[in-house]
């Protein structure tokens, strides 16, 4: 048999039932032993091997007394059948650590107001978990993460429902409700009012984000709905940093959303004005493709920021009840 027609031949007839059968006759010196340990008939045991033997058209054994030793051909080929095995035991090793999402990656992108300061808390969960994960994060606002997710380029989208339709070939699973609230340093001089009025807060300095950001219409259209004017601010960031930096570190107010309060960097030392804007909460979601099962991280992620949500709601009524007592 020629080298070409022995490539070509043995995708096509090599079984792996009689490579298994191969490496066990290899291992114990003996057709009689494979049979055993393999819980087959000694006859089968000897079809397998002259079935392989007439794939590779080579003699793979010869008989001895007692037993059986592998000729030259035999000696070549047991590493490679080795390495076949080997490999399909590392394959179902991988298979398996991929489907309990003990390793993997994933690509999850968010857009900044309500995914920063929780996500980074959530992504710390699972590394602990699961140390072998890889974790690519995509900032980009609602329309572009849609579009991402259509293109494949990313998994998981972390999104507010009220500035998108996610559309029918999207699956959306509810993780929170968001509500529009004035953030404020802790020691700012309105923090200890148990009632503010909206001239009041609009007199204050503020920081906003650019007129051409989503946020800002959101607002927007949130005061002029309630027929209220919007703040004269002196600062302007996109940057969701930089306007909680400018809330901590220069009194200035802001308009944020929960997830600031709860799980943003520096949390302790900001606080919800008592001004409460009468809108109905938005839906924060994840959103995956309908059309692919999300994968275990992608699952793992989301209950993650579930539990952290969870237990933000516990911890929110105590941390008033003790504000409210000092």
Known sequence: ??????????PRHLKLSELRVFIAVLEHRSFRKAATVLHLTQPAVTKAIAGLEGTLGVKLFDRMTGGVEPTVHGRTFAPRAAAV????????????????GDQGNLRVGIVPMPAIPFLPLAIKRMADARPKVFVSVVEAREAE??????????????????????GDDMAVAQLYE????????????????TSLSWPELAQERWVMPPADCDFFGHVLRTLQGLGMEMPQHMVEAY????????????GMLS??????????????????LPFELPVRPRAVAAVTLSSHEPSPLARQLVDHIRDLVAEAAQVRPMAQRVAAAD
Do not use: Y
């Open 145 to 166: 993460l849609l579009d991402r997710l259509r293109k494949r380029d990313i998994e998981l989208a972390i999104l507010r429902l009220s500035l998108v339709d996610p």
């Open 239 to 250: 940057s969701i940093q930089i306007q909680f930096g400018m809330v901590l570190h220069a």
């Open 85 to 100: 095995f080997d490999e399909l035991r590392r394959a179902a090793q991988e298979l398996s650590w991929v489907a309990n």
């Open 255 to 272: 308009f944020g959303m929960r997830s600031q309060i709860d799980f943003a960097p520096g949390k302790e030392f900001a606080v919800r």
């Open 1 to 10: 048999m020629t080298l070409n027609s022995l490539i070509q031949r043995l």
């Open 178 to 193: 968001e509500k529009l609230c004035v953030v404020a340093h802790k020691d700012h001089r309105l923090a200890r009012h």
